[in-house]
């Protein structure tokens, strides 16, 4: 069985970058994406990255992005915070103090789901750290962690699997809506798209 590539060309990942690197506060602080080079290294690919492009990098910091790295649509990844300790109001104190920033590490083999939101808290996000779909992370995760929730919490490690055992994963019975609907399936006449 053959499988779509779910890495990017040099061209999808440009395009996807173009969309998703955002200088909110440029005239603060003009960060840039710093790509490893190992992301441009695997043979017979572009590249092996997935970067959606409905995803939000905010580059007011710099934001390094390692190899073998996943990051799923409407994920907002942000290096700034506004000043809001303060009773001012908050457009006063950014009019006339701007906001705070930092830098952000995001290793290898990092996968952050759909919808993510990565706080200004956040300095790194170590090497195969996974980040769950609508998760809100406000810590740095550990290598090889999966973190998931609002705020996200660390739910489970990642493990050293075998080929043996990722096949017995792929190949475990599935649900399907024919068992499921069983007669009903084969009788109704659905709209399909």
């Given amino acids: 069985m053959e ?26 602080h003009h960060g840039k ?6 992301a441009f290294s695997t043979a017979g690919t572009g590249t ?3 970067v959606s492009s409905f995803s939000i990098l905010d580059c007011t910091g710099n934001i390094h992005l390692g190899p073998w790295c996943m990051i799923g649509a409407r994920c907002r990844i942000y290096t700034h915070d506004h000043i809001h300790d303060s009773r001012q109001p908050l457009l006063d104190v950014q009019e006339r103090y701007g906001v705070v920033w930092q830098d952000k590490y995001i290793g290898r083999d990092v ?17 195969g750290a996974v980040i769950g779909a609508g998760a809100v992370l406000t810590k740095n995760p550990g290598p090889y962690e999966i973190w998931a929730g609002v705020p996200a919490r660390k739910i ?14 792929v190949g475990r019975p599935k649900f399907t809506l024919k068992e499921h609907l069983q007669e009903t399936w084969a009788t109704t006449n659905f709209t399909t798209f």
């Fill in 3 to 28: 499988f779509e590539a779910a890495t990017l060309s040099r061209e999808e990942l440009r395009a996807a970058l173009t969309k998703s690197v955002r200088r909110p506060h440029g005239n603060i």
């Fill in 33 to 38: 994406l710093h790509v490893s080079p190992e």
């Fill in 48 to 50: 092996n990255l997935c």
């Fill in 111 to 127: 996968w952050i789901h759909e919808n993510v939101i990565v706080l200004y808290q956040v300095t790194v996000i170590p090497d």
């Fill in 156 to 169: 489970a490690d990642r493990k050293d699997l075998s080929p043996h055992q990722i096949r017995e994963l």
